[in-house]
């Protein structure tokens, strides 16, 4: 043990924290003293306020001057997605520092002077405001460039392919992936281009042509819409190009003059000169709804984005508002802030099923059209539908008949039945119906309830028309009629035809297709019987899908039947675009629209820069392809059976062989999904 004497030295030596800190702040102060002495007679300066004495404050003006620019302007972000949002841009030195929304849609105005609302701001998305790295972008190819196979092909004067099949491996036609690509001028390749399209023309045009097609496999029935011109193997498609007038739909006219090529190649008089194929990309891609002219004729039902937000119950299928159509998003969100319910039918738990009042998942698929067909019965069942809008509006009330199941003619019960004159009315005055589709189409018949008899109905019989005759149409009647040749035949409204086709899908059936809960499902119909307004959103995945048509007429049956279609706030969209490039169709009143750009005759050029253009200027050498069709790839289909060779591809849709592909503006491998 340690002796007092040790223990009293020991606690002599102990110092306590706080004459250490003490001792330390001394000897930190006199330290920072002896410094500042060193460095000159300046001193300590005591500093009471540091917002006033802050030192050294230039780096400020930096962050100030990071959004300084010496000039902007507004250009349109025109991407694949449609949206042409209209951004300001601000340059420093002629470069884009920036991008932002531009604010400015509420001054936006028709040739009539309607004005847009304000709401429309803000409008713009993440893409857009960094657009600009892109161009700057080490990625971006800054000149043309050219396969070096294609290249060594081309200075060997372009031999046929067809002739001798190895070029192909030669000139690595058959391994693109791995050849490399040449920087030209833009002289150069534009020389390379032109005689890559003369050599083209000239390989498979005329008698030789049709033996080198017969060589290399394709069938006679390719030949259709050739005409002995090798233009019609050249396929020309871009994607949206409404939305770039100049640049997208060029290529369309550049296709259009291939005619002369043609005469310049084949020698043909000019009347009989061919240019190239047109591709049709949209239905390709597929995110137009398929199904729906079925409905109502028209290439597609959308409104504007404004009316959104007009919705009591807003219901998403397979669609993803929030994330898909970026700038427009905050229409749902204020949906949501105006206490509409938001129902998502959707396989995954995407964004807007977060922000729904509930959420149906349903099998992969097109599995949710049972469910829309369910609705449909449903509102069918409980006497739930809208009968003065069914009888005005939609063409339940119209009979069928059940031998042929083709709609009952006003000739097939009417002796000497003539079709009412309708020129002055808007079937030819606003929609532009011709006299061979009038007498094509014909007239209805309906079964009059007030009357008790049969009556004809024509086109124009719609909404007030029909009411100011004072025809009253059954929904769900069925009875047999004689026909003028005196056969008797049933006849059913489409309505009572639905009721028997819908018989099957009760709610366990359709909850079991599905794999949905049958409560939701339930909760759905009631909402959609008793919330007015209301609007389906289906989206371009569900317009992929090959039985899309089905999907899209089941989704419109409910809204016929609630009388959710023509009112703020109702009805069925897709919004795969926004059609602004309606504002460049033709109409017998507006004249020939964006066709007389894009089919100005070649040979015959306005060159009168103050002449209207007119129909009389236009002459479409080329000839349409859709490639939605293309389910057999570059080959029509054809199958041997044992009562001979049946082709399934029709003469409107059959393709010619594909020996060049000039497409711009679109990722077409991704575009094309398996079939590119």
């Not at 007679?41 to 802050?54: D, K, T």
């Not at 229409?331 to 807007?352: K, M, Q």
């Not at 000839?623 to 939605?628: A, F, K, L, Q």
Request: proline residues 5%; neutral net charge; charged residues 25%.
């Amino acid at each position: 043990m340690a002796s007092e004497e040790e223990r009293a030295n020991r606690d002599e030596r102990r110092v306590s924290r706080r004459e250490f800190l003490k001792a330390a702040g001394v000897t930190g102060a006199l330290s920072l003293w002896s410094f500042e002495c060193g460095r000159g007679p300046r001193g300590i300066e005591a500093v009471h306020n540091p917002l006033e004495h802050y030192p050294e404050r230039d780096w400020e003006s930096i962050y100030r001057d990071q959004y300084r620019h010496d000039r902007s302007f507004t250009w349109i972000c025109a991407p694949n997605d449609t949206h042409m949002c209209r951004v300001r841009s601000f340059l420093r030195n002629g470069v884009i520092v920036r991008s932002e929304q531009n604010y400015d849609y509420g001054r936006y105005t028709d040739l009539y002077g309607n004005r847009s609302t304000v709401a429309w701001n803000p409008r713009g998305c993440l893409k857009g405001y960094t657009f600009h790295r892109r161009v700057y972008g080490p990625n971006r190819l800054k000149g043309p460039v050219i396969r070096s196979g294609f290249k060594a092909w081309a200075d060997d004067g372009f031999p046929s392919l067809t002739d001798e099949p190895e070029l192909r491996t030669k000139y690595r036609f058959d391994d693109r992936g791995h050849d490399r690509f040449v920087r030209l001028s833009w002289d150069e390749a534009a020389s390379y281009a032109a005689r890559g399209l003369t050599a083209i023309a000239e390989t498979y045009s005329g008698d030789q042509g049709q033996k080198r097609f017969e060589k290399d496999g394709y069938a006679k029935e390719m030949l259709e819409h050739w005409g002995g011109a090798g233009t019609r193997t050249m396929k020309i498609g871009s994607s949206l190009p409404v939305h770039g007038v100049i640049g997208k739909f060029g290529l369309f006219r550049f296709g259009n003059m291939m005619g002369l090529l043609d005469h310049h190649v084949r020698g043909v008089p000019a009347e009989e000169a061919k240019g190239a194929r047109d591709w049709c990309e949209y239905t390709w891609r597929g995110d137009q709804a398929p199904g729906q002219p079925f409905v109502h004729g028209l290439q597609t039902s959308d409104g504007d984005f404004n009316d959104l937000r007009h919705a009591r119950l807003h219901i998403q299928v397979g669609k993803n508002l929030v994330e898909n159509k970026m700038p427009d998003s905050h229409w749902f969100n204020e949906l949501i802030e105006r206490g509409a319910r938001v129902v998502v039918i959707s396989p995954d738990y995407n964004a807007p099923a977060v922000k729904s009042d509930y959420w149906i998942p349903v099998r992969p698929g097109l599995s949710d059209t049972a469910i829309f067909l369910y609705l449909t019965k449903y509102l069918m069942d409980e006497k739930l539908y809208d009968g003065d809008f069914v009888r005005r509006f939609t063409d339940f009330p119209l009979l069928v008949r059940t031998d042929t199941l083709e709609r009952l003619k006003p000739r097939d019960v009417f002796p000497d039945y003539e079709l009412p004159d309708l020129s002055g009315g808007p079937s030819y005055q606003i929609q532009g119906l011709t006299e061979e589709q009038r007498r094509r189409l014909g007239d209805f018949v309906v079964y009059d309830e007030a009357a008790e008899k049969l009556t004809a109905l024509t086109r124009d019989d719609v909404g007030d028309a029909l009411a100011a005759k004072a025809i009253r149409p059954a929904i769900d009647w069925s009875g047999h009629v004689t026909t003028v040749d005196g056969v008797r035949v049933e006849v059913m409204t489409i309505f009572a035809l639905y009721r028997i086709h819908l018989k099957d899908y009760d709610l366990e059936t359709v909850a079991d297709i599905a794999a949905s809960d049958k409560t939701l499902i339930s909760r759905l119909a009631r909402d959609l019987a008793s919330l007015k307004p209301a609007a389906i959103h289906h989206g371009e995945g569900v317009n992929h899908y090959f039985h899309a048509t089905l999907h899209n007429r089941a989704v419109f049956l409910p809204m016929m039947l609630t009388g959710n279609i023509g009112v703020h706030g109702a009805g069925v969209y897709t919004w795969a675009g926004n059609y602004k490039g309606a504002v460049f169709q033709s109409s017998p009143w507006s004249g020939p629209g964006v066709g007389a750009y894009r089919n100005e005759d070649p040979f015959n050029p306005v060159l009168d820069p103050d002449a209207v253009l007119t129909r009389e200027n236009l002459r479409h050498t080329g000839h349409g392809e859709e490639v939605g069709y293309w389910g057999a790839g570059d080959r029509p289909f054809i199958v041997d059976t044992p009562r001979g060779r049946k082709t399934f591809t029709g003469k409107t849709h059959m393709p010619t062989p594909t020996k060049l592909i000039w497409y711009n503006n679109a990722n077409l491998l991704n575009q094309a999904k398996w079939v590119y």
